[in-house]
């Protein structure tokens, strides 16, 4: 798993601390030492609940009413709400199955990523009634010259609220999928 450079800094602080602890002890640190361990010389694990526990310390001093579960539920909903893909969210949390307990068990509603898919949704939703009236005010006009399309997005892009490019390009599509009028 990747880890920001600020928690890398702060596992090599505690590196050097374990290391020097055990510098003055003259003890070696063993190729697989635990990162995290009771023992001086970081033989064994700690037990998991250790840090559950020294989280609930250090919360309730700070006036903070979560758990340390609870911040793999936030941890887990502000990635999936930030883009970050949903494979990537269940690797970080160890959830094997493409995902289905990281949705079922850990993605929470969060309002600003609703609104943003909202406005995302207003936006396309705009764009397609650009488009829609673009289409009226085209088939309004009878017969259309190929050659006059850049003049016809230049007159008609402001009615529909587009720009030249844009509305060009829309009349070109329109123009060549226009079936002929039936006299």
Known sequence: MSLDPLTCELLQE????????????????????????????????????????????????????????????????????????????????????????????????VRPADQQAAAMLSSQLTELRKRERLWELFNEIPTVDLDALSQLATDLAPKADLDEPTASAYLQEFAQNRRPRSA
């Open 14 to 109: 505690h590196l050097r601390r374990r290391q020097a602890a055990l510098d003055a002890a003259d003890v070696e640190l063993a190729e697989d030492a635990f990162v995290f361990s009771p023992d001086p010389a970081s033989l064994k694990p700690w037990n998991p609940d250790t840090i559950t526990h020294k989280y609930e310390r250090h919360a309730r001093a700070a006036g903070i009413r979560s758990s340390l579960k609870e911040l793999r539920h936030y941890s887990a909903t502000q990635l999936l709400s930030n883009g970050i893909d949903l494979r990537t969210v269940a690797g970080r949390l160890g959830h094997a199955g493409g995902g289905v307990t990281t949705l079922r068990f850990y993605a929470q509603f």
